[in-house]
C-alpha cells in the first residue's frame, strides 16, 4: 500500500487563501495521476483538481480560476492551491494517487488507487 499523507486545512475567512500539500511513500514505482477530491456534509466526494505524470490538469468548474493543482515528481507530492475561498468550499479534501508499486513480500509490482485520511478545511463567511 502507498501512504498518503495530507497537510495544511484550516478555518480561513472568505475571500482567503490555503495551500493544501500531499506527500506519497512507500514502494513506488510509478505515480500516474494525482488528484484532489473533497467532501461536504451530507454530500458526495467529488473531484475538485487531478493532475498527470506529465502536468496535463483537470478541474472542477466550481474551482476553476481559483484553485491550482500542482505536483513535484521529485518528492512523490501533489499541492493545492486555493484562493478566493468561499464557503461552499468547507468541507474535508482528500488526496488521491495512483500508479504501480513493488511488493516485497510478494516479489511483484502492483497497480494501487490509493486515498488519504483526509484534512479539513472550513471557510468562514
Known amino acids: 500500500q502507498v501512504q498518503l499523507v495530507e497537510s495544511g486545512g484550516g478555518l480561513v475567512q472568505a475571500g482567503g487563501s490555503l495551500r493544501l500539500s500531499c506527500a506519497a511513500s512507500?514502494?513506488?514505482?510509478?505515480?500516474?495521476?494525482m488528484a484532489w477530491y473533497r467532501q461536504a456534509p451530507g454530500k458526495q466526494r467529488e473531484l475538485v483538481a487531478a493532475?498527470?505524470?506529465?502536468?496535463?490538469?483537470n478541474y472542477a468548474d466550481s474551482v476553476k480560476g481559483r484553485f491550482t493543482i500542482s505536483r513535484d515528481n521529485a518528492k512523490n507530492t501533489v499541492y493545492l492551491q486555493m484562493n478566493s475561498l468561499k464557503p461552499e468550499d468547507t468541507a474535508v479534501y482528500y488526496c488521491?494517487?495512483?500508479?504501480?508499486?513493488?511488493?516485497?513480500?510478494?516479489?511483484?509490482?502492483?497497480?494501487?488507487?490509493?486515498w488519504g485520511q483526509g484534512t479539513q478545511v472550513t471557510v468562514s463567511s
Open positions: 512507500g514502494s513506488i514505482l510509478s505515480i500516474n495521476t
Open positions: 488521491n494517487a495512483e500508479g504501480r508499486r513493488f511488493d516485497p513480500a510478494s516479489v511483484k509490482i502492483h497497480n494501487y488507487d490509493d
Open positions: 493532475i498527470t505524470s506529465g502536468g496535463s490538469t
